[in-house]
C-alpha cells in the first residue's frame, strides 16, 4: 500500500458523515476558545500587577494557541510510519530531557526544576517526554505482543524503562506528570491484551512507593492532610483548596458572570493555570463547569473511538498509540478537575488546551493532530481497500461473461 499523501483539510471535505474526526477538531476548539477567554478573565489583575499589561498572559496564549494550530497542521502530515520507526528515537529524546533538566540548564520555579530556558519561552520537560514515551511504548507493544503478553519478562521491560523515567520526573520534583505517565502506560498496556493478574503486585507495589513519597516529603504530606480536611488550616496548607471551593459555592448555578470573579482578585493563587477551572466554575456556575466537563468528555470519547476504529481496521500502532494519548489528555483533564472540586489532593497539573502555558498546549496540540492523522490514515485504507473491492468484483464480472 502506498503511503497517504494527505491535509489537514481533508477530513472535513472526504470524510464519511459517521467519521469522528469533526468531533475531534470541534471539541478541542472549543476548549481553546474558552481557554483564551479564561485565561483573558482570571489573570488580568495579576498580570497588571506583574507587567503593568492587563492583557500580558491573554496576549501570549493567543501566540501559543497560533502555534499551536500550525503544530497540529504540521504533525497532521506526518506518516504514522515516521512515529513507528522512531520509537528509539523518541525514547531517547525523553529521557535526555528529564536527564538535561536536571542539570544547571535547568530553570526552577518554586522549588521544582520542570522546565528548561530557550529564550522566548521555558519548555516543561515533562510534556516532551509524556508524549516521547507514548510513542516508544506503543511501538513496542506492537513488535513485542506475544511476549508482552504471555511472559514476564516482556512485561517488564517496558516497565523498567517506565521507571527509569518516573525516578527521573520525582527528582524535579514533578509527582502528578508521574502519575499520569505511568497510569496511562498502564493503560496501553491493559488494552494490549495483558492479563489483570500480572498487574496486581505492580499496583501494590506502586501504591507503597506511592505512601512512601508522601511521608517522607513534608510538602506533599501536607498536601493529603490539607485534602483531607482543607478547613482545619485554611489560611495555610489548605488556603489553595479552600479559596477553590469558595469559587465553586459563589458560581452558584449559572455564576457571576464573565470577569466577575472574586476569587481572581488576588485571593486563589494560580487562577488562571492549574485552577482554572474554579475560575470557570464561579462565573458561569454550575452549567458552565458542566460545559466544559461534556466537552472533554467528547474528546476522549472520540479518542478512544478513533483508536478502536483504527484498532478495528488492521492499524495496530495507530491504535495503540491512540489509546495512549487519549489516556493522557482524559486523564490530565480529571486530575486538573478533581483537584479543583477537592475530590483529589492538590497536583501541578494544567487542564489540557484550557489553562496558560506554553508547554502544556503545544503538547496537546500535537496530540490532536497525531489523533486527526490517525483517522485521516484510516479512511485512507478503507477508501484503498473499497476500491481494491470494487476493481475485484469488475474483474469477475468480466471473465464470467
Given at each position: 500500500?502506498?503511503?497517504?499523501?494527505?491535509?489537514?483539510?481533508?477530513p472535513?471535505?472526504?470524510?464519511s458523515?459517521a467519521?469522528?474526526?469533526?468531533?475531534?477538531?470541534?471539541?478541542?476548539?472549543a476548549l481553546l476558545v474558552i481557554?483564551?477567554?479564561?485565561?483573558a478573565s482570571?489573570?488580568v489583575d495579576i498580570?497588571?500587577?506583574?507587567t503593568g499589561n492587563?492583557?500580558?498572559?491573554?496576549t501570549?496564549?493567543l501566540?501559543?494557541?497560533?502555534l499551536?494550530?500550525?503544530?497540529a497542521?504540521?504533525?497532521a502530515?506526518?506518516?504514522?510510519a515516521w512515529?513507528?520507526?522512531?520509537?528509539?528515537?523518541?525514547?531517547?529524546?525523553?529521557?535526555?530531557?528529564?536527564v538535561?533538566?536536571?542539570?544547571p540548564?535547568g530553570?526552577?520555579?518554586?522549588?521544582s526544576?520542570?522546565?528548561?530556558?530557550l529564550?522566548?519561552?521555558?519548555v516543561?520537560?515533562s510534556?516532551v517526554?509524556?508524549?516521547?514515551?507514548i510513542?516508544?511504548?506503543?511501538g513496542?507493544v506492537?513488535?513485542?505482543?506475544?511476549?508482552?503478553?504471555h511472559?514476564?519478562s516482556?512485561?517488564l521491560k517496558?516497565?523498567?524503562?517506565?521507571?527509569?523515567a518516573?525516578?527521573?520526573l520525582v527528582?524535579?520534583?514533578d509527582?502528578?506528570?508521574?502519575?499520569?505517565l505511568?497510569t496511562?502506560?498502564?493503560g496501553?498496556i491493559?488494552?494490549?491484551?495483558?492479563?489483570?493478574?500480572r498487574?496486581m503486585?505492580?499496583?501494590?507495589l506502586?501504591a507503597?512507593?506511592?505512601v512512601?513519597l508522601?511521608i517522607?516529603?513534608?510538602?506533599?504530606?501536607?498536601?493529603?492532610v490539607?485534602?483531607?480536611?482543607?478547613?482545619q488550616?485554611q489560611?495555610?496548607?489548605?488556603y489553595?483548596?479552600?479559596?477553590?471551593l469558595i469559587a465553586f459555592?459563589?458560581?452558584?448555578?449559572?455564576?457571576?458572570?464573565l470577569?466577575n470573579?472574586?476569587q481572581?482578585?488576588?485571593?486563589?493563587?494560580?487562577a488562571?493555570?492549574?485552577f482554572?477551572f474554579a475560575?470557570?466554575?464561579?462565573e458561569?456556575?454550575l452549567?458552565?463547569?458542566?460545559a466544559?466537563?461534556?466537552l472533554?468528555?467528547v474528546?476522549?470519547t472520540?479518542?478512544?473511538?478513533?483508536?478502536?476504529?483504527a484498532?478495528r481496521?488492521?492499524?495496530?500502532?495507530?491504535a495503540?498509540?491512540?489509546?495512549?494519548?487519549?489516556?493522557?489528555?482524559?486523564l490530565?483533564?480529571?486530575?486538573n478537575?478533581?483537584?479543583s472540586t477537592?475530590?483529589?489532593?492538590t497536583k501541578?497539573?494544567?487542564?489540557?488546551l484550557?489553562?496558560y502555558?506554553g508547554s502544556s498546549?503545544?503538547a496537546?496540540?500535537v496530540i490532536i493532530?497525531?489523533?486527526?492523522?490517525?483517522?485521516m490514515?484510516r479512511?485512507?485504507?478503507r477508501?484503498?481497500?473499497?476500491?481494491?473491492?470494487?476493481g475485484t468484483r469488475?474483474g469477475?464480472a468480466?471473465?464470467?461473461?
Amino acid at each position: 500500500m502506498s503511503k497517504p499523501d494527505l491535509r489537514f483539510s481533508m477530513p472535513l471535505a472526504s470524510a464519511s458523515a459517521a467519521s469522528p474526526l469533526p468531533w475531534l477538531l470541534i471539541s478541542a476548539t472549543a476548549l481553546l476558545v474558552i481557554g483564551v477567554v479564561m485565561i483573558a478573565s482570571a489573570s488580568v489583575d495579576i498580570a497588571a500587577q506583574m507587567t503593568g499589561n492587563s492583557f500580558y498572559f491573554m496576549t501570549r496564549q493567543l501566540i501559543y494557541a497560533g502555534l499551536g494550530c500550525a503544530v497540529a497542521l504540521g504533525i497532521a502530515n506526518v506518516p504514522l510510519a515516521w512515529w513507528e520507526r522512531s520509537g528509539w528515537l523518541m525514547l531517547g529524546i525523553g529521557l535526555a530531557a528529564l536527564v538535561l533538566v536536571l542539570t544547571p540548564f535547568g530553570h526552577t520555579v518554586n522549588g521544582s526544576t520542570r522546565w528548561i530556558p530557550l529564550g522566548l519561552f521555558n519548555v516543561q520537560v515533562s510534556e516532551v517526554t509524556k508524549i516521547c514515551l507514548i510513542a516508544y511504548l506503543a511501538g513496542y507493544v506492537v513488535r513485542r505482543r506475544e511476549e508482552l503478553v504471555h511472559t514476564w519478562s516482556g512485561f517488564l521491560k517496558p516497565l523498567l524503562v517506565l521507571g527509569l523515567a518516573s525516578t527521573l520526573l520525582v527528582m524535579q520534583p514533578d509527582f502528578g506528570a508521574t502519575v499520569v505517565l505511568m497510569t496511562a502506560a498502564m493503560g496501553m498496556i491493559f488494552l494490549s491484551g495483558v492479563r489483570l493478574s500480572r498487574f496486581m503486585p505492580l499496583i501494590g507495589l506502586t501504591a507503597v512507593i506511592g505512601v512512601l513519597l508522601v511521608i517522607f516529603e513534608p510538602y506533599r504530606l501536607k498536601r493529603v492532610v490539607s485534602y483531607l480536611d482543607p478547613w482545619q488550616d485554611q489560611f495555610n496548607s489548605g488556603y489553595q483548596l479552600t479559596q477553590s471551593l469558595i469559587a465553586f459555592g459563589r458560581g452558584e448555578w449559572t455564576g457571576l458572570g464573565l470577569g466577575n470573579s472574586v476569587q481572581k482578585l488576588f485571593f486563589l493563587p494560580e487562577a488562571h493555570t492549574d485552577f482554572i477551572f474554579a475560575i470557570i466554575a464561579e462565573e458561569f456556575g454550575l452549567f458552565g463547569s458542566l460545559a466544559v466537563l461534556v466537552l472533554f468528555a467528547v474528546l476522549v470519547t472520540v479518542g478512544f473511538v478513533i483508536a478502536r476504529l483504527a484498532e478495528r481496521d488492521g492499524m495496530p500502532f495507530a491504535a495503540c498509540f491512540a489509546y495512549g494519548l487519549t489516556l493522557l489528555v482524559g486523564l490530565q483533564a480529571a486530575i486538573n478537575m478533581g483537584v479543583s472540586t477537592g475530590l483529589l489532593p492538590t497536583k501541578g497539573l494544567t487542564l489540557p488546551l484550557v489553562s496558560y502555558g506554553g508547554s502544556s498546549l503545544l503538547a496537546n496540540c500535537v496530540i490532536i493532530g497525531v489523533l486527526a492523522r490517525i483517522e485521516m490514515e484510516r479512511q485512507d485504507l478503507r477508501q484503498q481497500k473499497a476500491e481494491a473491492g470494487k476493481g475485484t468484483r469488475q474483474g469477475g464480472a468480466r471473465y464470467v461473461d
